[in-house]
Protein backbone atom coordinates (compact mmCIF):
# COMPACT_ATOMS: atom_id res chain seq x y z
CA UNK A 1 0.00 0.00 0.00
CA UNK A 2 1.30 3.51 -0.96
CA UNK A 3 1.79 6.71 1.90
CA UNK A 4 -0.90 8.09 0.13
CA UNK A 5 -2.85 4.42 0.72
CA UNK A 6 -1.93 4.48 4.01
CA UNK A 7 -3.23 7.70 5.04
CA UNK A 8 -6.79 6.74 3.28
CA UNK A 9 -6.92 3.69 5.28
CA UNK A 10 -6.44 5.87 8.40
CA UNK A 11 -9.07 8.06 7.16
CA UNK A 12 -11.70 5.18 6.30
CA UNK A 13 -10.75 2.86 9.98
CA UNK A 14 -13.71 4.39 12.00
CA UNK A 15 -16.36 3.97 9.97
CA UNK A 16 -15.36 0.02 8.96
CA UNK A 17 -14.24 -1.02 12.51
CA UNK A 18 -10.80 0.34 12.61
CA UNK A 19 -9.46 2.23 15.65
CA UNK A 20 -9.94 5.89 16.81
CA UNK A 21 -6.14 6.23 17.60
CA UNK A 22 -5.21 5.01 14.09
CA UNK A 23 -7.69 7.48 11.93
CA UNK A 24 -6.56 10.39 14.33
CA UNK A 25 -2.93 10.11 14.33
CA UNK A 26 -2.05 7.92 11.50
CA UNK A 27 0.37 5.66 13.05
CA UNK A 28 0.51 3.92 15.91
CA UNK A 29 3.48 3.01 18.32
CA UNK A 30 4.64 -0.63 18.12
CA UNK A 31 3.78 -0.29 21.73
CA UNK A 32 0.45 0.20 21.68
CA UNK A 33 -1.20 -2.95 22.23
CA UNK A 34 -4.56 -1.40 23.57
CA UNK A 35 -5.45 -0.67 19.38
CA UNK A 36 -6.43 -4.01 17.40
CA UNK A 37 -4.07 -2.73 14.77
CA UNK A 38 -1.03 -3.65 17.03
CA UNK A 39 -2.66 -6.09 19.76
CA UNK A 40 -3.93 -8.30 17.13
CA UNK A 41 -0.74 -8.67 15.77
CA UNK A 42 0.60 -12.42 16.03
CA UNK A 43 2.57 -12.41 19.02
CA UNK A 44 6.21 -13.53 17.16
CA UNK A 45 5.50 -10.36 14.64
CA UNK A 46 4.71 -8.28 17.83
CA UNK A 47 7.43 -8.91 19.75
CA UNK A 48 10.10 -8.35 16.66
CA UNK A 49 8.47 -4.91 15.72
CA UNK A 50 8.66 -4.13 19.25
CA UNK A 51 12.67 -5.76 19.91
CA UNK A 52 13.58 -3.40 16.86
CA UNK A 53 11.76 -0.31 17.58
CA UNK A 54 13.43 -0.39 20.80
CA UNK A 55 17.27 -0.78 18.66
CA UNK A 56 16.33 2.20 16.91
CA UNK A 57 15.40 4.19 19.25
CA UNK A 58 18.97 3.73 20.75
CA UNK A 59 20.03 4.55 17.22
CA UNK A 60 17.59 7.93 17.46
CA UNK A 61 15.08 6.40 15.03
CA UNK A 62 11.27 6.47 15.67
CA UNK A 63 9.65 3.37 14.64
CA UNK A 64 5.92 3.94 13.84
CA UNK A 65 3.27 1.71 12.54
CA UNK A 66 0.81 2.77 9.51
CA UNK A 67 -0.55 -0.43 9.46
CA UNK A 68 -0.81 -3.20 11.36
CA UNK A 69 -3.54 -6.25 11.89
CA UNK A 70 -6.98 -5.43 9.55
CA UNK A 71 -9.74 -6.86 9.31
CA UNK A 72 -11.40 -8.86 6.77
CA UNK A 73 -13.85 -6.36 6.15
CA UNK A 74 -11.53 -3.63 6.04
CA UNK A 75 -9.46 -4.83 3.69
CA UNK A 76 -12.35 -5.52 1.50
CA UNK A 77 -12.03 -1.17 1.50
CA UNK A 78 -8.90 -1.00 0.62
CA UNK A 79 -9.06 -2.99 -2.03
CA UNK A 80 -11.81 -1.33 -3.54
CA UNK A 81 -10.47 1.67 -3.47
CA UNK A 82 -7.53 0.99 -4.67
CA UNK A 83 -9.37 -0.63 -7.82
CA UNK A 84 -11.05 2.97 -7.69
CA UNK A 85 -7.91 4.55 -7.31
CA UNK A 86 -5.88 2.96 -10.23
CA UNK A 87 -8.76 2.08 -12.51
CA UNK A 88 -8.14 -1.70 -12.60
CA UNK A 89 -7.98 -4.93 -10.54
CA UNK A 90 -4.68 -6.09 -12.08
CA UNK A 91 -2.80 -2.80 -10.51
CA UNK A 92 -4.65 -2.56 -7.73
CA UNK A 93 -3.17 -5.91 -6.86
CA UNK A 94 0.27 -4.47 -7.17
CA UNK A 95 -0.33 -2.51 -4.10
CA UNK A 96 -3.31 -3.94 -2.19
CA UNK A 97 -3.89 -7.50 -1.44
CA UNK A 98 -7.75 -8.96 -1.31
CA UNK A 99 -8.25 -10.35 2.33
CA UNK A 100 -7.99 -13.75 1.56
CA UNK A 101 -4.24 -13.51 0.90
CA UNK A 102 -3.26 -10.36 3.00
CA UNK A 103 -0.88 -10.91 5.80
CA UNK A 104 -2.51 -7.84 7.71
CA UNK A 105 -5.70 -9.95 8.02
CA UNK A 106 -3.95 -13.04 9.54
CA UNK A 107 -1.36 -10.01 12.13
CA UNK A 108 1.72 -11.24 9.72
CA UNK A 109 2.37 -7.52 8.31
CA UNK A 110 3.54 -4.21 9.55
CA UNK A 111 3.37 -0.97 7.49
CA UNK A 112 5.96 1.50 9.32
CA UNK A 113 6.87 5.15 9.38
CA UNK A 114 8.51 7.40 8.95
CA UNK A 115 11.38 7.06 5.63
CA UNK A 116 13.65 6.73 7.94
CA UNK A 117 12.32 3.52 9.95
CA UNK A 118 11.65 2.26 6.70
CA UNK A 119 15.35 2.62 5.89
CA UNK A 120 16.49 1.47 9.23
CA UNK A 121 14.54 -1.90 9.17
CA UNK A 122 15.89 -2.73 5.49
CA UNK A 123 19.48 -2.48 7.15
CA UNK A 124 18.70 -3.54 10.34
CA UNK A 125 15.35 -5.55 10.31
CA UNK A 126 16.67 -9.23 9.46
CA UNK A 127 18.70 -8.72 12.93
CA UNK A 128 14.79 -9.28 14.19
CA UNK A 129 13.49 -11.40 11.33
CA UNK A 130 12.05 -8.66 9.84
CA UNK A 131 12.08 -8.31 5.95
CA UNK A 132 10.83 -5.92 3.34
CA UNK A 133 8.53 -8.26 1.10
CA UNK A 134 7.73 -6.02 -1.93
CA UNK A 135 10.38 -4.07 -4.29
CA UNK A 136 7.76 -1.10 -4.29
CA UNK A 137 6.55 -1.10 -1.00
CA UNK A 138 9.80 -0.27 1.44
CA UNK A 139 7.41 0.47 4.25
CA UNK A 140 5.41 -3.58 4.16
CA UNK A 141 7.27 -5.39 6.68
CA UNK A 142 7.25 -9.13 7.97
CA UNK A 143 8.74 -12.46 9.46
CA UNK A 144 10.68 -13.64 6.58
CA UNK A 145 14.32 -14.99 7.85
CA UNK A 146 15.13 -18.37 6.75
CA UNK A 147 16.85 -20.34 9.45
CA UNK A 148 20.44 -18.60 8.55
CA UNK A 149 18.72 -14.89 9.37
CA UNK A 150 18.65 -14.22 5.83
CA UNK A 151 15.79 -11.81 4.30
CA UNK A 152 14.24 -13.49 0.97
CA UNK A 153 14.64 -11.88 -2.52
CA UNK A 154 12.21 -9.38 -2.77
CA UNK A 155 8.89 -9.88 -4.77
CA UNK A 156 8.48 -7.05 -7.17
CA UNK A 157 5.15 -5.80 -6.09
CA UNK A 158 1.85 -7.81 -3.80
CA UNK A 159 1.06 -9.43 -7.49
CA UNK A 160 3.69 -11.30 -7.28
Given amino acids: MTHALAAAAAALALSVGGSPAAAASATLSPFDVWDPAIGRLDPALLTAIQDAARAAAAEGVEIRITSG ?36 VVGRAVDVAPIAADEWLIRNGARFGLCQIYANEIWHFELATDAYGNCPPLRPTAAG
Fill in 69 to 104: WRSPEFQVQLFDDAVRSYGSVDVARQYVQAPEVSQH
